[in-house]
């Protein structure tokens, strides 16, 4: 079994930035372990917004936030963060992080990821 909490959501006018945090536990990660970020607007989908491998070589965007957010971790807190500069109004949804046991790249629905997160809302002001 995985945890995931989130934290680190909030209120913020558009042009501001937000930090997420994804703090896992419950097992020994490997270099192979993937960590996406995904985001639910009311009414809509879970969308796929960035996604990182364990050892940190490998990372993955979205093009709705390429050049805006960066996903990163520090494996000696277990804890990967997403930084989301520039936010937008349309960045608004609640925010999910989410694990899978192996890295791919074509992992960008949220039907192949196994473990998530109670998610933290994000919410941008225009």
């Known amino acids: 079994q995985v945890q995931l909490v989130e934290s680190g959501g909030g209120l913020v006018q558009a042009g501001g930035s937000l930090r997420l945090s994804c703090a896992a536990s419950g097992r020994t990660f490997s270099t192979y372990n993937m960590v996406g970020w995904f985001r639910q607007a009311p009414g809509k989908e879970r969308d796929f917004v960035a996604a990182i491998n364990w050892s940190g070589g490998s990372t993955n965007y979205a093009d709705s936030v390429k050049g805006r957010f960066t996903i990163s971790r520090d494996n000696s807190k277990n804890t990967v963060y997403l930084q989301m500069n520039s936010l937008k109004p349309e960045d608004t949804a609640v925010y999910y992080c989410?694990?899978?046991?192996?890295?791919?790249?074509?992992?960008?629905?949220?039907?192949?990821?196994?473990?998530w997160g109670q998610g933290t809302q994000v919410s941008v002001s225009s």
């Open positions: 989410a694990f899978r046991t192996s890295y791919s790249r074509r992992a960008m629905s949220y039907r192949d990821y196994d473990y």
